[in-house]
């Protein structure tokens, strides 16, 4: 997609979305000149964004084939689900849930997102996407699509990956996922990425501020110590074969080789994955 008149309805063109930037630099075409140069501008600040995305992609994917395999979990929640991209969550889990049908459910508040959701989705009988605000519960638990899709006495996998940096301090964001977990069935699995102000460079922090701070989802970059209290009465499970239950870089979890893993995109985010107990 490179021209604006190919926007669905009731999309700004005119301002970078958060959802458009992540699919930028997944190095995906469902973004506009507005994004792309925003994404080149940031890119010069913090070199290694577009490998921090791709890491962040590949802990929200082994993360849900994780829940499925080892805990037999068949229904997903995947919030601030972003654009339609490789490996999408139905996709991912289904190779490791082969006894029964996953069932999915997207949520985002992105009407781009909601446009090109339908029409992927519009074959699956057991996913679908809802238009939502993360910061609504409510709303999302509500809704008649999702409580037909979730049985909510069974546990749930609950993806929140790179999704809460843009949700401001004053929305109470260890609030908002103790809300989201309380709604759950004990057993289910919470993951959870967010960027650290820990690593980044302090031209690389401004950049991410400017670059966003006219989006309808401005950032808020928040520490280590920040991000562990989001997992407050959760049961944190260790990030790969040896370590001690706890966070981890996003691209260390899971993987076969944590010390390769480990690089300076990795670092960009601190991630996690909790039982609800």
């Known amino acids: 997609m490179t021209e604006a008149e190919e926007a669905p309805p009731g999309v700004d063109t005119a301002t970078p979305s958060a959802a458009r930037l992540y699919d930028y630099y997944l190095g995906g075409r469902n973004n506009f000149p507005v994004d792309r140069t925003a994404g080149d501008q940031l890119k010069v600040a913090m070199p290694d964004l577009y490998d921090a995305a791709w890491a962040n992609r590949g802990f929200h994917q082994r993360s849900a084939r994780w829940m499925a395999k080892e805990h037999g979990i068949r229904q997903f929640i995947d919030i ?5 991209t490789q490996g999408n969550t139905h996709q991912a889990v289904k190779k490791d849930a082969r006894d029964v049908e996953p069932r999915v459910v997207y949520v985002d508040h992105d009407p781009m997102v909601k446009a090109l959701a339908d029409g992927l989705l519009a074959d699956e009988k057991h996913t679908a996407f809802i ?5 609504d519960p409510d709303a999302v638990f509500g809704n008649e699509e999702l409580r037909a899709l979730i049985d909510f006495s069974q546990p749930v996998g609950l993806l929140m990956t790179a999704v809460f940096h843009f949700v401001a301090d004053g929305s109470d964001p260890q609030g908002l996922v103790k809300r989201y977990t309380d709604a759950l069935a004990p057993g289910s699995y919470l993951a959870l990425s ?3 102000t820990d690593w980044l460079t302090p031209r690389a922090v ?10 309808p989802t401005p950032l808020t970059l928040r520490t280590r110590a920040e991000i562990l209290r989001l997992f ?5 499970v260790p990030p790969y074969g040896g370590a001690e239950p706890g966070l981890s870089y996003v691209g260390v979890w899971g993987a076969e080789d944590p010390e390769a893993a480990d690089d300076e995109g990795s670092r960009v985010l601190f991630c996690g994955v909790a039982r609800r107990p």
């Open 80 to 84: 601030g689900s972003g654009l339609p």
């Open 232 to 236: 407050d009465g959760l049961e944190l």
């Open 131 to 135: 238009l939502a605000d993360m910061r």
């Open 206 to 215: 401004e950049a991410m501020y400017e670059t966003y701070k006219d989006s």
């Open 194 to 196: 967010h960027v650290t």
